[in-house]
């Protein structure tokens, strides 16, 4: 699962530095009794950056795809590159083809593969 690579192998590359950053993660970081919504919605824009990582395991979850839509308002609104897509497998563009704003996204923009 995405999760156990992120938690064992991802964040401790990212923590445990140099260089240092601070990663928010929702098991972790979010607010306790606070709406879900609200959670990811201050957490992208407390945030310098938004990494998505993306994955087949991904694009199925309801609450990654809204993390993904309100990170990509924030840099349309703002102007600015706060989005760092990673794609942890290849992903075919006829996957893609639901998520517009993605999609639209990688043909502009570049991104990584892990």
Not at 80 to 109: A, C, D, P, W
Request: charged content about 25%.
């Amino acid at each position: 699962h995405d999760e156990h690579w992120v938690i064992n192998t991802f964040l401790p590359s990212l923590e445990d530095g140099p260089p240092f950053f601070k990663v928010c993660l929702h098991g972790r970081d979010f607010k306790l009794g606070k709406d879900i919504l609200d959670n990811i919605v201050d957490s992208i824009y407390q945030s310098h950056h938004t990494i998505c990582l993306v994955s087949h395991h991904y694009l199925q979850s309801h609450w990654c795809s809204m993390e993904m839509r309100m990170a990509t308002y924030r840099m349309m609104a703002e102007r600015e590159n706060t989005l760092i897509m990673v794609f942890l497998e290849k992903v075919s563009m006829g996957r893609l083809s639901r998520y517009h704003q993605m999609v639209r996204l990688i043909k502009k923009k570049t991104y990584l593969e892990w």
